[in-house]
C-alpha cells in the first residue's frame, strides 16, 4: 500500500533486519496489488521481469535488473486486478478480479490470447498447470473452473464448495486441484473423476490460500504436501491420501 514493490535476496541466508533490498520500485497509487517473477527459459530468451496488477485493469511488467517499465498489458476494462498468475514457462499472464472475467495474455507479444467468461461473480484466484497449458480459477460464485490456454476453451467446473472460494491451486502432477473457500474447508479434487475426493475441516474461518510442495533442483519431491493458511491466523500442512 506505500506503492513500492521491493526485490530482496534471501538466497544469501542473511538476516533481514536492517537489510537494503536488491531494488525498490514506485509502482505509483494501488498500482502492484498482487506481483510475480516472469522467468523465461532458453539462451536467447529475453531478460526476466515482475509482472504487478492495478487498481484500473492493466497488468505492468518491471525489468528485474533495473526496475524500469516495460511494458503494460490492458483487459481493456478499469477493475481492481487482484488475482495473478504467470505460466511456469513463462509465456503467459493470466489475471482477473473484480468482475466475472479471466485474461490471459502472451507475456512477449504482449497481446491479449483469450477471455474467459464463465463465472458469475468476482474471481479471487488464477492459478497455471506445471505444463502451462490449463489455467485453474477460483471465484465468490462459489465455483472452480478449469481453462485451456491453449484453445481457449473452457474445461470443466467443479461445484462443493458453500462459500466464496478464495484460492485453487494444480497439483504439480496435474492430475488434482487443491481449494480453499469462505466456507472454512480446504477441498481436494481428482482430474479424472471430475469430483471432490478429500475434505479438510482443520480451519475455523476462511482460508485465503493453499499451495502444493514443489519440487527443485536442489530438493526432489514425489509425494507433495499441501499447506493451506487460514483467517484464523493458523498454516495447516497435509499429506494428501492420493493415487
Given at each position: 500500500?506505500?506503492?513500492?514493490?521491493?526485490?530482496?535476496?534471501?538466497?544469501?541466508?542473511?538476516?533481514?533486519?536492517g537489510?537494503?533490498?536488491?531494488?525498490?520500485?514506485n509502482?505509483?497509487?494501488?498500482n502492484?496489488?498482487?506481483s510475480?517473477?516472469?522467468?523465461r527459459?532458453g539462451?536467447?530468451?529475453?531478460?526476466d521481469?515482475?509482472?504487478?496488477?492495478?487498481?484500473s485493469?492493466?497488468?505492468?511488467l518491471?525489468s528485474?535488473e533495473?526496475?524500469r517499465?516495460?511494458?503494460?498489458?490492458s483487459?481493456?476494462?478499469?477493475?481492481?486486478?487482484?488475482?495473478?498468475?504467470?505460466s511456469?514457462?513463462?509465456?503467459?499472464i493470466a489475471?482477473?478480479?473484480?468482475?466475472s472475467?479471466?485474461?490471459?495474455?502472451?507475456?512477449e507479444?504482449?497481446?491479449?490470447?483469450?477471455?474467459?467468461?464463465?463465472?458469475?461473480?468476482?474471481?479471487?484466484?488464477v492459478?497455471?498447470?506445471?505444463?502451462?497449458?490449463?489455467?485453474?480459477?477460483?471465484?465468490?460464485?462459489k465455483?472452480?473452473?478449469?481453462?485451456?490456454?491453449?484453445?481457449?476453451?473452457p474445461?470443466?467446473?467443479?461445484?462443493?464448495?458453500?462459500?466464496?472460494?478464495?484460492?485453487?491451486?494444480?497439483?504439480?502432477?496435474?492430475?488434482?486441484?487443491?481449494?480453499?473457500?469462505v466456507?472454512?474447508?480446504?477441498?481436494?479434487?481428482?482430474m479424472?473423476?471430475?469430483?471432490?475426493?478429500?475434505?479438510?475441516?482443520?480451519?475455523?474461518?476462511?482460508v485465503?490460500?493453499?499451495a502444493?510442495?514443489?519440487s527443485?533442483d536442489?530438493?526432489?519431491?514425489?509425494?507433495?504436501m499441501?499447506?493451506?493458511?487460514?483467517?484464523?491466523?493458523?498454516?495447516?500442512?497435509?499429506?494428501?491420501?492420493?493415487?
Amino acid at each position: 500500500m506505500d506503492n513500492t514493490m521491493r526485490v530482496w535476496d534471501i538466497g544469501t541466508r542473511k538476516a533481514l533486519n536492517g537489510a537494503k533490498p536488491l531494488l525498490s520500485i514506485n509502482a505509483g497509487p494501488i498500482n502492484a496489488w498482487r506481483s510475480r517473477f516472469v522467468s523465461r527459459k532458453g539462451d536467447e530468451a529475453p531478460e526476466d521481469l515482475i509482472a504487478s496488477s492495478t487498481d484500473s485493469g492493466t497488468i505492468k511488467l518491471w525489468s528485474l535488473e533495473d526496475g524500469r517499465a516495460v511494458r503494460e498489458l490492458s483487459t481493456s476494462r478499469p477493475n481492481f486486478m487482484y488475482a495473478l498468475a504467470v505460466s511456469p514457462d513463462g509465456t503467459k499472464i493470466a489475471c482477473a478480479g473484480v468482475g466475472s472475467h479471466v485474461y490471459v495474455f502472451d507475456t512477449e507479444a504482449g497481446m491479449l490470447l483469450c477471455t474467459f467468461s464463465g463465472h458469475s461473480d468476482n474471481v479471487r484466484s488464477v492459478s497455471f498447470s506445471a505444463d502451462s497449458s490449463l489455467l485453474v480459477t477460483a471465484s465468490d460464485d462459489k465455483q472452480i473452473q478449469l481453462h485451456d490456454v491453449r484453445h481457449g476453451s473452457p474445461v470443466t467446473t467443479l461445484l462443493g464448495h458453500h462459500g466464496w472460494v478464495l484460492t485453487a491451486e494444480m497439483h504439480p502432477s496435474g492430475a488434482y486441484i487443491a481449494s480453499g473457500s469462505v466456507d472454512t474447508k480446504v477441498k481436494i479434487w481428482d482430474m479424472a473423476q471430475r469430483a471432490c475426493v478429500e475434505t479438510h475441516s482443520q480451519h475455523s474461518q476462511a482460508v485465503w490460500g493453499v499451495a502444493w510442495q514443489r519440487s527443485s533442483d536442489d530438493v526432489p519431491i514425489t509425494r507433495p504436501m499441501l499447506a493451506s493458511v487460514g483467517e484464523d491466523c493458523s498454516v495447516h500442512l497435509y499429506d494428501p491420501l492420493l493415487a
